[in-house]
């Protein structure tokens, strides 16, 4: 094709040039790659997206790990808007703020990476690439905090992608394939799932259920599951809901739904909201099909108990640790103490009163709750309804939380007034029992 | 619920405020819509996004035009970006141009009523609802232009939401629900489909093909669909194709497909690109199913031809049309012209160069082809192929077109370029014996 | 294959013996299905039977109605039981007429096509080219009653095949495949459906529900359907059901479901009891899905009542029609009587008198009631509940019935006692009005 | 139900009777089950069929194993054939031997229990229902020999529904769901799977898989698998294929499918031809997809050798094992002799020999081969095609088989010849180099 020969270095033309490319491609590094995306948001693109968006995915996807941070860098410092552009934008809006030129200024506003994530979607499984894609984001963010804005740029992206309207919820069980499983038994995050034995007494079992959100395009990866018991009572123990040997009870005379493990599957999908619509969805379907339900409730760790703790016993001051505090949680450095009938009781009430402090009114630098899992619960309008002493002796739950469990309950009822409460004001909405395990009670409010 | 009562008008609390509100909006008008949009966007619509989304939708569902009207007046003129907010990130980005002062900025220009839809895609259907609504944007924007806005932002969003890769395709044949196939009877633009009888004719015979494209969350709507029969040669005529006495071929034996009618289905999804997709798709797979497949061809209408005419036939001065041919073209006006031998042999050469001149050189007032369907295959990098004499003439055909038909070539190799000399330099690239209708030949390029 | 040749006539070996066998039958005659039919049951059929199986039937497939009809008187004089071992069979019986005497008797028994058949159902698509010879051995056996005992094997095979378990109910509605929707239009026989439009009115809309069963080998076929109706009364009449103006109402406001229409779709599955199944278990699915239904009932029709009536007019005596009665039906034998007032007011007592007497008391040569849609029903246990003066005045209904209809009533708690009231004494269980209608009041029982 | 009081006892009227039937049921002996029996039997039956159906089934369910056999036995001595009724049919037959009178006596010589199992069938389930209690007439029959005619019956009619062309194929890899998976593990007859790491070694990799038939009635439950690993040669042992450290190839380049196992999964469908199609139809889908693969083989077990060789080498006379031979096989009692070189070394070609007589020669008091594994490959027209030493080390291996592997080779073009060959003659077809391991070499044939 003799008129390729001429064309520019810049403009290359016809089929030739992609074919070319991608033999280039093959080869080298993430110069080509940024080629390749050059030429998917020109004409080209438009015309032979498809193709286009597929090599360049697997040209990444074959890549080193250096040559693709090379890549990701590029997307941050050459893929953002297009400045001149922008400043003209900016010009007509000061000019005239109209609404035309409001969106004028948004659309010149818009990182061109954004058009270029749209397009790699049209290849075949774009979508499961481009959330692979943005993990390594988040991996090289840590070294390199230039690419946070193009982690801003995925978020955003797959916020609109992973909308709940566009996911279906499934019922996991002993019916559904063995590839979906086995990601729930490698994904569970809070309960290690240790056999397939073990997940079978999780999703088999009449009293047992699990749940899942699927995006159509990712059909076999969850993208988020919840565990559930059904249960007469609110349970304060996690081991007894994990025996092997336990007896089942009908559904239909369970009184509570207990949510014991919620885990997030991809990390790419990372500030999608996802497990509060989970949670929510799942209370109703399980309203629908067993009314006899009244109460719906977590089983929930708090991780960050003992790290706090440390910290706070390290600190020369704190504003509640005495003294006599601090030498009886001595004891808890000494391994087996639950064992010890004497220093379990000498701890529970220091680490009761602890445990109300660090979930009720300890804050982290931005003035949040400093627990992940309170944090989560407390935004989606749970409220912290108990604290279940030694109910996770395992060696992560003594580690982490110093055995404690408690327990979040959803009222629907009382969901928006105790998301407003915590998301305006950041109170944490609890039942009075907790409340009365602070040291200092708390104001009337 | 006494603290209710004691809130301020702008701050109302709890679930009974919902309640409320729902309970106004069964009986009131858009300023509630208005309210539960807010609502919505409110952390109140964080807690209980589901619902609120589902009662806005309902409620809108339920108005009258006039109502309907209202409220997207109000989503242009109180839902765009916040002002405040976007000066100050103006300014943040005049100061520091960093990458994440655009990224700040790019946020901010953003009209909320983005993120409205976004919410309001929680609610089940809610997809759906929101293509209904963009299409009373579409009619409404006739007297209101002012919501002009409202429509691009729905055209980014859906341009992103319908990506081709959230897409799939579907073989539309006799094994298809009725549900469907109603739709596909009803949506068909091209040449009318009668009947039942009619549309298995075009579906159910070995060489018929019909694909069109889904989207997850509208599974019983096709979004767009093409009809293509398989031929042992490029086609001249529409009639022939759709007779009912027709023999079908066996389709190892055809070495063309023809892309015969092309039909959009949702108004709502205007300007979101599908038909490029769908073609390039469908040649895909036709390509794979029968490897004797040679060439991929359209037969189409020119819809805008004998309007253009017209309008020539009564201008003053124009660049080509000579005082003879004024007068031969007086003949056109009659009915019934085709029948006459001596009218149709004089009319031809003239019919002839004129749709060379309208397809190759004439122009709109922003430069492109004036016809829709020509722009659409030349945009996709098709090849006008042929003009074909006396090709429909159905009462439709001859009013729009003088009974004309063309066909596009889609040359996969030759796609690229196509696009490209169509998109960037506005060339139409044609075949030879095209260019030579032409009164004047085009210079040699 | 040089042993091939040494074969003797009779014992052809190898694969080249069905490979020539085959060239053999592509151009011969019913000679060579009969050989293909012995190969099929020798030991040549248990190593390759699922290709000789389809061999067989592929050529059956491509003869002529004289072939097959060959072939068939075939099955019946040369594959029937083994005489010679039947008798034997016998004399061990007689011998010791011990259980496994009697088990060998049963197997010795059995015609050698019952086993072919079962053969021929190892190629794809077996089963529906064995209902589609069946068909054909029903209309020759009208001329060759020696195809009667070839029925029975067929009847014996398919009921056993077809047993209820085996089949499973599908709900026929606008989301149903078109191409099962034809069948639907097809093989309806109580009120032919005369259109698409017709056909959706029985099947969309809310108040209309259609059911059929479905055999997983013949998976697009119907093998019966019924139609319902939801309705707040028991129809007298079929028109205001089928108008295209009325207004359908909600399920849960409708107390009765109406069976109006029942067809059997295939032909070669006579006698194989499938409507008595259907049609309780439809009562089944209505009743759990809308607990608002009383009354389950048809509508049907009376198709034998005016050929019986004109057999009784045109014998010299008659048990209950008396000379003032044979005057008066003389009107009924005038096109458009139902117009005009005093005929239909004088025709009236002595049309519905006589069907009671049709209906209640009139007996075909085996004792049974004579009409076929009146023994369906009430060997199904349903009770004749009404009868509807004027119920049908299409062509058909006036010429079959003189405009009757009549409702069946299915009491699932009669139904037992309805059906051996039937089955052992001949009795037709009917409501009081209806033996009212009685010329003679029927004694008491 | 005054006229319930009045019934005699053996005909029970209305549906009171049933009521009371199913609670005396609940608490009562197999004389219910029988009573419930003939109810299904009667008129009551075929207006109540589907529910009786299911009490009867459920009854059974419930009851312990000695009521159970109780039943079964019922179902031997009173559900035979009608003996009065039969006679007749004889006599019938025997002064007009017609083919209605064949038909006749073949109807009349059936045992009542068959329709009994027909009408059992409408219940919902009742086909899986009735092939666990063939599993407990074939458990009895051990002590109960006059259950075989209840056994009887129930193959010839499981012959008939589980027909090949009523099962589907499944390929079972690791998107089937857990469920199915974990009946595979349990079915496993041959190599034992130890683990689910195991199972997706064998089902996941691109070089292997698993088929499995199916049945619509059992749609959990496979009835038959087989499992294969695509190879470039004929393997001659089993340790390499199930290794969990190999290397998988590409199935384009694989030679030879090789299957290892093959194994039933219901003993109550013991008797129904299922292993020969599920070999040949797995070739079929294997060719089709892979048109590379040259040869099928197997990678046999031996099971029945060393129990052979033991009953031989402790027989006064055998017409093959010289005094020699059995001072040389004393070494095979002593574990571990595959270890030490100079044991092994000595014990090949005696035991080879045996092997070879074994296979080829010795028979089984009805004539036929006495090893099952040989008996099914050969009677599907296999030919044993090689004998591997040391072939499967297993402790099962070793105490079966001392060893030995065997493959038999599946050639589609001589299989109707080998099974021929051994059906009619008994003739075992192998390879040269099996016949000549003979130790004296076989007669020219």
Redesign the interface.
Known sequence: MAQDDAAPPGAP???G??GNLMRLVGRSNSLDMTRLADALLS??G?????ALAGELLSAYASRTTEERIDFLLKL?SRF??D?GR?ERA?DR??ND?S??N??G???A???RRQELF?RL????G??ERLVRMREDVLAAAVVHP?L??VD??FQ??F???F????LSLKHID??????V??RIIRYEAVHEITS?DDL?RRIDPDDRRCFAFFH??LP?EPLIFVEVALARDVPDSIAPLLAADRRPIAPRRASTAVFYSISNCQDGLRGVPLG??LI??VVDVLKRELPNLRSFVTLSPVPGFMGWLRRERNARASTWLADEDRRALLAVDQPGWTQVTAQSRALRPVLTAALAEYLLRARDGKGRPIDPVARFHL???ARLERINWLGDLSDKGMQQAAGFMVNYLYDI????????AF??EGRVVAARAVERALRQPPAVH
């Open positions: 033309a016809g089929p040039f992609i004409e080209r438009e015309a032979s997206g498809v941050a953002g808007a400045r922008l900016i809006y000061r703020p609404a035309a409001g969106v200024l948004h659309v506003a818009e990182a749209r979607n049209l290849a075949p774009g979508t230039e946070e804005t801003a740029d955003h992206l916020a609109s992608w909308n709940r309207g566009f002993w019916n559904t394939e063995a590839a499983l086995e397939w079978r159509p395009q076999g509060n619509f929510k969805q935004n989606n309008g009822a009382q969901i928006e007034r105790n998301h407003e998301a305006r």
